[in-house]
């Protein structure tokens, strides 16, 4: 079974985070949400999550993916995370999965990942890649980026395709009526 790391972090943008982990779980993925300070992080709209683990007790070793949800101070406080950014180095040189949405590719571009990487963010963020695009959804070999909450689904879906395949996607589209 494919396993799939999310990290949440105060401040972590909803839509997207949630988005990912249902459409993932629908398509049968192990996700685990791993909190960075705790078991209970709070979103940028103030909801409230229980995390799975702890991002400090999770193997990264263990997972195929690692996919990190927007925000704005989200991306800041993963970007200063250590664990953060030893788990996205290790899964980089390994070929693993990333995905990052929103703020989050500008966490990829300061660890360095982004290098010679087509990759899209959230639009105003831009400069801070190395080879933007306005693509809704980009993918560059293991690296998978998207925009903002509005892509969410889109960007869902393509990492299903990526870590499943495209027959799962075609049924997922059908239960959801997209």
């Known amino acids: 079974m494919v396993k799939v790391l999310v990290p ?3 401040g972590f943008e909803e ?7 249902d459409v993932l779980r ?8 791993a909190g960075i300070a705790g078991n209970i992080v709070e979103g940028m709209n103030r909801i409230r999550v229980y995390a799975d ?8 070793t263990n997972y195929d993916a690692i996919i ?10 993963m970007a200063q995370s250590q664990h953060i950014n030893l788990t996205l180095h290790d899964f980089f040189k390994k070929g693993k999965i990333i995905g990052a949405i929103c703020a989050a ?18 639009p105003g963020m831009e400069k801070e890649l190395d080879l933007p695009r306005p693509d809704k959804v980009m993918v ?12 969410a689904m889109e960007f869902a879906l393509t990492l299903v395709k990526k870590l499943v395949g495209p027959a799962k996607v075609e049924q997922l589209k059908k239960e959801l009526v997209i």
């Open 15 to 21: 839509i997207e985070a949630i988005t990912i982990i």
């Open 105 to 122: 590719p500008t966490v990829l571009a300061k660890a360095g990942l982004l290098k010679d990487k087509r990759a899209t963010c959230y």
């Open 53 to 60: 683990d702890r991002m400090i007790d999770s193997d990264s």
């Open 8 to 10: 949440l972090v105060e």
């Open 26 to 33: 629908r398509a049968g993925i192990d996700v685990t949400t």
């Open 140 to 151: 560059d070999g293991n690296i998978i980026t998207s925009q903002a909450p509005g892509t």
């Open 68 to 77: 990190l949800p927007g925000g704005g101070k989200a991306a800041q406080l």
